[in-house]
């Protein structure tokens, strides 16, 4: 947990945001890396970015609905484009034909929805006139790049880099998260290829102070290239619990819809509801939250496809959402097929297969008192075999002692993964919940 901010582990989902210049290509944020443009031509997006849709109350009341809790909106993105009206530069919203703070209305709207505001703050900033060319610079294979690069000076883009910080810290009122993206520097990097920027180039510890001074309550994510509140896995789950030397750590994954961040028009890589559900729930059986990402599209309004994404989720988040907030790991065994979720003495099975007529769950025999599924609560019978019938094997399916069976319906209940609720006996609760 992280103790100034015990909301981040209660609210387990939230809504990532990739919105800036890159909406216009539509063929992913990177684009300008991918296709090494320049500044000068990359400013045709800049010249007409019109985003005459953008309604934030629209996203938040998606966000809302989907079951989130909390959004994550890229202020700037390594294309170094600024969506508020920051007094640093001339890169920003105002001067693009939307002619406006695009922050202000986004943070307002999710406090009219009861959402907690998070903002992404790229490191990297591929437009910025003192950003050394690296090996992840558009400009990185420009035959000039050594003249490109005479001038370049760290510690004037720094600045810049902490001064935005500070704005976006000091004018928006409370800001309950950030994401800061992010350091290529030390071990798992090539430090030739990548250029190796980390932790002295942004200097982390005084970022990190000043964030904390301006913003108390804040949580930070770790890719400033020193420990932040919570580490950040990303487009995969993790085998478990997540630990840090040793000790277990908060932890949020991101994912995507269709493996891009920014608007992809002909990406079709669409996971489905069933599976984005899962990767909630299976996230949150490992004690994680999931950040699951949108990219609006350049009119500003969200993509019909992942619209429909996040009504299937709210769907199912409507009727089982108590399995899931404030919800972590558990530490009884899960069955095959099965995620296991708990919040005190809830303890509940997400059925990922349905199984034949019986679930059968080790070590629950006499530690649970009711059961019912959660999506109508309608009871379930429990079964527990006594001695003689184990002795004879006759148990159902022939498992093992301390085996708790409980009776299914034959027909799956008509949701994307059905849940049932255990209500533990006291002495089975009080020891073994787990959180975080
Ligand atoms: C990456 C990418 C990026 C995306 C981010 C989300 O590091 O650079 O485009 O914003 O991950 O976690």
């Known amino acids: 947990m992280i103790p100034h901010a015990p909301w981040f582990e209660e609210a387990r989902f939230g809504m990532f945001v990739h919105w800036g210049l890159y909406a216009l290509p539509a063929r992913h944020e990177w684009v300008m890396n991918r296709e090494e443009t320049t500044v000068e031509e990359y400013s045709k997006y800049f010249r007409r970015f019109d985003p005459d849709l953008y309604d934030p109350s629209e996203w938040a009341r998606a966000a809302r609905n989907a079951g989130m809790k909390y959004v994550v909106l890229t202020t700037k993105h ?51 006139p003192d950003f050394t060319i690296d090996g992840v610079h558009p400009q990185r294979n420009a035959a ?62 005084a970022l990190l102070a000043m964030v904390r001074e301006l913003q108390p309550g804040i949580v930070v994510n770790d890719r400033l290239d020193i420990p932040g509140d919570f580490v950040t896995p990303e487009q995969y789950q993790p085998a478990g619990p997540m630990m840090l030397d040793g000790e277990p750590v908060t932890w949020e994954a991101c994912q995507t819809l269709n493996g891009s ?16 559900i899962r990767m909630l729930v299976d996230g949150v059986s490992k004690g994680g939250n999931l950040l699951l990402n949108v990219g609006p599209t350049g009119r500003g309004s969200m993509d019909p496809r992942a619209l429909a994404s996040l009504e299937g989720i709210g769907e199912w988040m409507a009727l089982h959402s108590r399995a899931i907030y404030g919800a972590g790991a558990s530490q009884f065994t899960s069955p095959p097929d099965a995620r296991y979720t708990q919040r005190g003495d809830r303890l509940y099975v ?29 009871e379930a019978f429990l079964k527990e075999v006594d001695p003689g019938q184990q002795a004879m094997n006759m148990t159902p399916g022939g498992q093992p002692p301390g085996t708790l069976t409980i009776k299914l ?23 073994e919940a787990l959180h975080g």
């Open 78 to 128: 390594h294309d170094g484009f600024c969506l508020w009206d920051s007094a640093l530069t001339d890169y920003k919203a105002t001067n693009t034909p939307a002619g406006r703070d695009l922050i202000a209305p986004y943070v307002e709207a999710l406090r009219a929805e009861g959402l907690k505001v998070g903002f992404y703050h790229s490191l990297i900033d591929w437009h910025h």
């Open 144 to 205: 000039d790049v050594e003249s490109l690069n005479a001038g370049r000076d760290m510690d004037r883009y720094r600045e810049y880099l902490h001064g935005q910080v500070r704005e976006l810290l000091s004018n928006y009122g409370t800001i309950d998260y950030l994401f800061f993206d992010f350091s290529y520097a030390g071990p798992g990097h090539d430090e030739e290829f990548w250029g190796g920027k980390g932790r002295k180039d942004w200097d982390s510890h």
């Open 261 to 276: 961040w920014g608007y992809d028009r002909d990406n079709l890589n669409y996971k489905s509801v069933d599976l984005l």
């Open 350 to 378: 997400h059925l990922f297969a349905w199984p034949f007529e019986y679930v059968h769950l080790p070590d629950l025999a006499g530690k649970v008192e009711y059961a019912q599924l959660l999506n109508d609560a309608s």
């Open 409 to 431: 319906p034959v027909q799956r209940p008509d949701v994307a993964v059905p849940v049932l609720e255990l209500f533990l006996k006291p002495s089975a609760s009080d020891s």
